[in-house]
T-cell receptor
Framework: GAVVSQHPSRVICKSGTSVKIECRSL??????MFWYRQFPKQSLMLMAT?????????EQGVEKDKFLINHASLTLSTLTVTSAHPEDSSFYIC????????????FGSGTQLSVL | AQSVTQLDSQVPVFEEAPVELRCNYS??????LFWYVQYPNQGLQLLLK??????LVKGINGFEAEFNKSQTSFHLRKPSVHISDTAEYFC?????????????FGSGTRLQVQP
């Protein structure tokens, strides 16, 4: 079936560096991609929604200059955590939805970001 | 806006016993409902979803859920659990049939299956 690939699965970086996370829909065109953040033992919190070819819509409290989202094609969205700090350490998950809507909605496997 | 409530943060159960994980939602419009399972350090795996039709939905790994519109509930059930079912379970709701709105998640329920 359809798969959403998220890469890397785990990244450790130094404070102040930038980290890019990729989310790819492998066998369908994702008209919309979502980025979530999950702290340990907590639920998923939506960070932003991105539609192909347009600017991402960020949730309240999410810094758009810190969490850069690019959705340049129907199969790829990227989340860049700029100037990462230890408080940015979290599990980041993307999801992609095709034109069929919730019948075709899939999640990536997540990225564990640890900022030292 | 919609919201999802999972009242039980943890549910301990013995192996081969039945289990029910509760989920209630709030929405002023029609909803689509989902249950996901998350194993440690992994992403989300869809267990089942309700989009329309029969209110009893069967999913993978022997799980099923029933959509009850009058009680605004979508409880997840399994008649006999296994050790391998130990995981975090999330109930989620969407109000968009185009999928352009993100899912709203409940706080999760930790299912702990004991031998």
């Amino acid at each position: 079936g359809a798969v959403v690939s998220q890469h890397p699965s785990r990244v450790i970086c130094k404070s102040g560096t930038s980290v890019k996370i990729e989310c790819r829909s492998l066998d369908f065109q994702a008209t919309t991609m979502f980025w979530y953040r999950q702290f340990p033992k907590q639920s998923l919190m939506l960070m932003a929604t991105s539609n192909e070819g347009s600017k991402a819509t960020y949730e309240q409290g999410v810094e758009k200059d810190k969490f850069l989202i690019n959705h340049a094609s129907l199969t790829l969205s990227t989340l860049t955590v700029t100037s990462a700090h230890p408080e940015d350490s979290s599990f980041y998950i993307c999801s992609a939805v095709g034109v069929q809507g919730p019948k075709k909605l899939f999640f990536g496997s997540g990225t564990q970001l640890s900022v030292l | 806006a919609q919201s999802v409530t999972q009242l039980d943060s943890q549910v301990p159960v013995f192996e081969e016993a039945p289990v029910e994980l509760r989920c209630n939602y709030s929405s002023s419009v029609s909803v689509y409902l989902f249950w996901y399972v998350q194993y440690p350090n992994q992403g989300l795996q869809l267990l089942l979803k309700y989009l329309s039709g029969s209110t009893l939905v069967k999913g993978i790994n022997g799980f099923e859920a029933e959509f009850n519109k009058s009680q605004t509930s979508f409880h997840l059930r399994k008649p006999s659990v296994h050790i391998s079912d130990t995981a975090e379970y999330f109930c989620a709701v969407s109000t968009s049939d185009t999928g352009r709105r993100a899912l709203t998640f409940g706080s999760g329920t930790r299912l702990q299956v004991q031998p």
